[in-house]
């Protein structure tokens, strides 16, 4: 069960994502903060690409980067913008809100998977399926309430709506995911882990530069201004080796996509305590409430899905 061991592992380190992106984001301006994340795991994976390429040590390893043309890497670049999109709604949405309210949205992701099938595939619901997604709508509404009590209106807060919107994007690329490394007999594109995970970290880091030139530079004396933390550098190691961690798993041997996907969404469990210890956030008895309906949601998918 070495793969479920990993499961855990990189849901542990998301949750370590989460709290170091919320501590680096304190009072700091996002895009530049955004923008160095992509930069130091572009760096992370840089000497991979280059000893692939260019040498045969790494043939016949985890860490071996397989090469291909414009025909692979342009399904590469899409998964960049979506996932990029994404963490843009996501940075700014956590700026502003509370860990302990983000962290149970984030959670929601795997019901939002299940919609998507749902309406663009046209697959069924069962009678668990269709539990762990109303158990799922009543902690948004829940959580709804307990943000109240903070003075944050789910209905009419744009921060609110831009974590939802990084959780759907996500989401989306999850689907996306599965499509790009399913074996092409499968309807696939069959791409490598290593490849997709290395190049879109490196596209990703080119498109934030772009951003910052044009959006942030000319008008960051007039902003919210950029300070250096040592976060910063902690958001890249976990995003990086909770990623890793995940697509190893997912290589081995009897490893079941379905349990590894509900296992990395217990990383709000991390980013929850997190949230309490360090951060000092308020109302968290309600709030543990509505994150144990959103774990109680994810076990009946699981249920539902075998």
């Not at 490598?192 to 030139?213: F, H, K, P, T």
């Amino acid at each position: 069960m070495t793969w479920l061991l990993l499961a855990f592992l990189s849901a542990t380190l998301l949750g370590f994502y989460d709290a170091f992106k919320k501590e680096a984001l304190r009072e700091n301006a996002v895009i530049p903060v955004l923008f160095l994340n992509t930069l130091f795991s572009s760096i992370i994976f840089l000497p991979f690409i280059i000893l692939s390429g260019q040498t045969e040590i790494l043939d016949n390893t985890i860490f071996h980067v397989a090469s291909g043309g414009w025909e692979m890497h342009k399904y590469i670049v899409l998964k960049s913008l979506i996932v990029l999109s994404s963490w843009v709604l996501g940075y700014f949405g956590m700026k502003h809100l509370p860990l302990t309210i983000v962290g149970p949205i984030n959670a929601t992701r795997p019901v939002m998977v299940l919609v998507g099938a749902l309406l663009v595939f046209g697959e069924h619901l069962n009678g668990w399926q269709w539990m762990g997604v109303l158990l799922a709508v009543m902690s948004f509404m829940m959580l709804s309430r307990s943000g109240k009590k903070e003075g944050i209106d789910f209905q009419h807060n744009h921060w609110i709506w831009m974590i939802v919107g990084a959780a759907v994007l996500g989401a989306i690329s999850g689907l996306y995911d599965k499509y790009l490394m399913a074996p092409e007999g499968s309807g696939g594109v069959g791409l490598d882990r290593m490849m997709v995970q290395s190049w879109y970290n490196i596209y990703q880091c080119g498109m934030m530069l772009i951003m910052l030139a044009i959006l942030w530079w000319p008008k960051h004396k007039q902003t919210t201004p950029f300070h250096w933390h040592w976060s910063i550098i902690g958001v890249s190691i976990f995003l990086s080796t909770a990623d890793f961690v995940y697509f190893y798993s997912l290589s081995l041997p009897d490893a079941m996509i379905s349990i590894v996907s509900m296992v990395r969404r217990g990383s709000v469990i991390v980013s929850f305590l997190f949230g309490a210890a360090f951060f000092h956030e308020k109302n968290l008895r309600a709030k543990a409430v509505d994150l144990a309906l959103v774990l109680l949601g994810m076990i009946f998918l699981y249920i539902g899905s075998h």
